[in-house]
């Protein structure tokens, strides 16, 4: 039997526009991977009526309900006690979750406040999930062998209650039917170049299998779902799906799954004891947000220098005042003496370099806004290349950086392994 | 009378988490701004009889129904034929409509097939909006009074459909109240705190106007929503809360509406003729980066020295090597020196200078995880803080960067114009 699931909503900032609701996208393929179906999506204002009435509506419908949003410590947030009026439920103080707000308060030098005592009081006919990264508890009700949980709005908070808590709680009390899922990532080609060489692969697909096609800022994603069969049976057709597919895309595929460029290229540099270093202009910094969002970066990471200003290419970085004048801060030139600059200055085997004109100003006929030159310097040698990327000013920004992290990938892959 | 609307999103993309629906949070928008209220967003598959039922669900609930989605030529798209179905109506030729997408094929010499003439197909009980952006046209129905428009679900499409067509001829129909929102953008204290010292003022507002509390990452928006009267008693209406707001909550606001940190900065950089330049070792470029996502940055952002390791710090930033030992690289003589060091090197007037332990790893009892000094270095002086975050690596990061960017803005703030 299929488990449905609805999610509902609840606040004003998605309904006037304020916010995008990005929390129903993440739980929806949390829920599809663990074999849980969305059929429904509903989106209310903090309104006692409106929320009774849809509560009731997705009862009927599905069998779990899962609601965000409306659980702050303000009067505008009535979630809470319109749960607990739907399941005639007295709100009562748990002490497990006043403790914990407390010890959190207590860390950030805060006063507990009644505001926030409250958010202690639980309604006593569900059970309470500790909110370690807020102070609103998640709540799990059940009624006629259905789910209803309650869970934050903050984003952090509720990925959190969902991991920790929810889906392992779903999966314990639901049968749920196998589902797998295998996600090639390819960079540096398109849609549809990539379904052109999948066409005869495509068609031969066998009918529980799904492949989906998604594409953002340059990366397409490849994800194949499989669907029914035990769990070793999908994972060893997925091995061979998988295998036949880098025969035919391999070459654009970056990495599987929940893989990252920044962590890729990362684990390259830990495992060859190498270090990195890198100088970014247009994408200001961007480069190295990004490879220091990995936990541990500082094993082979050891800085940058931002030179967004000219200046600073050539007083800081080395870069030839006669090259920048003579072939402009956007050139072959000055991108190789940026990554040769940094990484002599701070001592490392390899660096980035990154120059181009983000927009929406500064663009030339002869390089238009989205003209970026980008070079990886390497012990061995430096490889540059020229891009025109040609988007928003976010778009190029973001297109660079990642561009830059997969030319340095594809230089560890070849010095590293071969 | 109150003017209410439905968003009815058909599809499986945003079902199985694979995209974000952003059409509903722009949609919201354009309506509030309007005056129409939106009731309830619902996001559902291209399932006929659940089409069916959401439609008639909508309809008695609200007197608006925008519907986008499920209008593609392939056979998985069942809005078109299912709504005709629902309102008695058959399909026929629209000659305006087949013209259009002749004409846009020829453009892009495309051949005009079945599939595709099958979109001129539209219902006879609806007037139809020719779609310049794409194929399907857009459906206007009435009954009983109220109002169902269908759109296609690509959000040029959807735009052009609704900004061309959908929000004029609404106008035209109804009687539409003035709505005015503004908020005020804080950092730095709790949603509870900034309820404490706001109990008297929300007590006291006017029945017409709403107070709603919005916290994100160590932010909070308080947004007012006034509504009903004219215009222009609107804005002096919320002319004066705001300014009562400010009396109580000043200290925490660094802007309003769309306002940003980076941007706010910026502006007070461009305002008075200054420089900046940022040393980063924990945040990793993520102050540079968020710095360069305004256009123009360039006017007053010289460029940053990320760094990451202890012996950049000491060689490219001048900080002391004893002091690294004697007081460690997270301490206020290292983020001083950072500071200093940086604005000299990049020859700027002003510096921030972080330096942290994100984690997950590197804590000890007496710095723990999310331990963050920030320096601002000004002509005048500098401003030192310690912050013990202690979140996610990525969420002390993100809040060390805004922070960073805040404790700027206060200094320029007295430096400029006291």
């Known amino acids: 039997m299929e488990i449905k699931t609805e999610i509902i909503t609840i606040g004003d900032e998605i309904l ?25 999506i509903t989106t209310i204002a903090d309104n006692r009526e409106h929320i009774l009435k ?6 009927d419908r599905v069998d779990i309900v899962l609601v965000t949003g409306g659980l702050g ?10 749960l607990a009026e739907f399941f005639h439920s007295s709100l009562v103080l748990n002490e497990e979750v006043l403790e914990s707000v407390r010890q959190r308060l207590e860390e950030r030098n805060i006063q507990l406040n009644d505001l926030i005592r409250g958010q202690a009081l639980v309604p006593d006919k569900c059970q309470a999930f500790v909110n370690e990264w807020g102070t609103a508890p998640g709540m799990w009700f059940e009624t006629n062998g259905k789910v209803l949980v309650s869970m934050p709005g903050v984003p952090v908070e509720m990925k959190g209650i969902m991991e920790k808590y929810v889906i392992p709680n779903l999966k314990l009390k639901y049968k749920l039917p196998s589902i797998q899922h295998r996600t090639l990532l390819t960079y540096g080609t398109f849609e549809a170049h990539l379904a052109e060489l999948l ?37 060893s057709l ?20 929940g893989d990252t460029l920044e962590q890729i290229v990362g684990e390259l540099l830990r495992k060859s004891g190498k270090t990195l270093s890198t100088a970014e202009s247009c994408t200001g910094g961007m480069v190295s947000h990004l ?46 003496q940026m990554a040769a600059g940094v990484s002599t200055r701070l001592k490392t ?18 390089k238009p806004v989205g003209t970026v030159w980008i070079a990886v310097k390497s012990p061995e040698k430096t490889v540059t ?22 030319m340095l990938r594809k230089v560890l892959m070849n010095e590293s392994f071969h």
Do not use: C
């Open 54 to 59: 849809t509560v009731q509506a997705a009862l």
């Open 199 to 235: 066409e005869d692969f495509e068609k031969d697909l066998p009918s529980h299998v799904k492949l989906a096609y998604l594409p953002s800022a340059g990366r397409v994603r490849l994800r194949l779902t499989a669907k029914g069969d035990t769990r070793k049976k999908l994972t």
């Open 238 to 257: 997925l091995d061979r799906l998988e295998k036949e597919m880098m025969e035919r895309i391999g070459e654009y595929v970056y990495g599987k799954n």
């Open 73 to 82: 410590p303000t009067s505008d947030d009535i979630t809470k006690k319109t």
């Open 349 to 366: 085997d390899y660096a980035i370099a990154i120059s181009g004109i983000a927009g929406p100003t500064g663009g030339t006929p002869e």
């Open 16 to 40: 006037i526009g304020q916010i995008v609701d990005t929390n129903s996208a993440w739980m929806a393929e949390k829920l599809n991977n663990a074999g849980i179906s969305v059929y429904q």
């Open 385 to 406: 290349s020229k891009f025109i990327f040609g988007f928003t000013r976010m778009e190029n920004i973001t297109r660079a950086a990642f561009t830059s992290l997969n």
């Open 291 to 336: 490879i220091t969002t990995v936990p541990g970066a500082s094993d082979y990471y050891k800085g940058s220098v931002i030179s967004y200003a000219n200046e600073v290419k050539i007083r800081e970085l080395g870069v030839s005042e006669k090259d920048v004048i003579t072939y402009g801060a956007v050139s072959r030139e000055v991108v190789e």
